[in-house]
């Protein structure tokens, strides 16, 4: 198959943008954690 | 409430319906296909929650609405979008364990979620919030389903997208599934924002199904590959 005519460049900015993302999802999965040791009774 | 509290959520819902509709379009066609028979189930629930949302900003509040918004809208929806991803990369014995647990998991919540006692009187100040249940317990069901829900649709979407940039290839279905990541997460900050008495989740959900909406269009999307003769010349 033939490689999509994309600049190195281009391949670089996406994979931060993954990378960004997947910092993004942690961090709202850290909150929601938060949210949950707020509310249980023992905390 | 003002009228951008009713008008948000009201667009989130229609754009959600429509947005099912696609998906359920594209699995009749294709039926071996459950993931997108499961996203367009998440995606009626994702639009059952715009409506309530839009129906108390026109009718005020209303404890039997505000039951369906928190099952559908705030508990359900992000788990069975992300279980549809589960069914698209997961083996088959992972998605028939997760898939029982998450029926399980799914009537439990909906026998608590009307079970559960509400202020009748309470005030919605401008979003709909899990507040007004005077059953407090109720509202510990909502983080574990949208952990759930972000582990798999957010981190469903980011794994295709990197499965695709490392082969280089099929960038159209990559800039798909970031979109579908971003748009994913745009409520689950929004639900955040909510559970510490901060507005912004009506407008994540509208970011949210807009967002994932493109992301669909671009990863079923036809492209034309080069012929081996236009390769060459």
């Known amino acids: 198959m033939p490689r999509p005519e994309h600049s190195e460049a281009y391949w670089t900015a996406i994979k931060y943008v993954i990378l960004a993302l997947t910092g993004l999802m942690i961090v709202a999965l850290v909150l929601a954690l938060v949210i949950v040791l707020r509310l249980v009774p023992w905390s | ?233």
């Open chain 2, 1 to 233: 409430m003002s009228a951008i509290n009713t008008l948000l959520p009201l667009a989130s819902s229609i754009l959600s319906f429509v947005f099912a509709a696609a998906v359920f379009q594209r699995y009749v066609r294709r039926p071996t296909r459950k993931s997108l028979l499961v996203w367009s189930i998440g995606l009626v629930f994702y639009g059952i929650g715009g409506a309530c949302e839009a129906l108390t900003g026109v009718f005020g509040f209303n404890p039997l609405v505000l039951k369906i918004w928190y099952l559908f809208g705030a508990i359900l929806v992000a788990a069975w979008l992300g279980q549809g991803t589960v069914f698209l990369l997961a083996p088959d014995r992972w998605v028939r364990f997760t898939t029982i647990l998450l029926v399980g998991a799914s009537l439990f919540a909906m026998f608590a979620v009307m079970m559960a006692g509400v202020d009748p009187n309470y005030t919605v100040s401008a979003e709909l919030t899990g507040r007004a249940f005077t059953t407090t317990w109720v509202r510990m069901l909502t983080p574990f389903f949208n952990i759930y829900g972000t582990v798999t649709l957010v981190g469903g979407a980011l794994y295709s997208a990197w499965l695709f940039w490392r082969k280089r290839v099929l960038p159209h279905r990559m800039i798909g599934n970031i979109l579908i990541a971003t748009g994913a997460l745009a409520p689950a900050f929004g639900g955040v924002l909510s559970r510490f008495g901060l507005p912004g989740l009506y407008l994540g959900e509208f970011v949210g199904v807009f967002l994932m909406y493109i992301g669909f269009l671009q990863t079923t999307v036809t492209v034309a590959q080069p012929t081996a003769t236009s390769v060459a010349g």
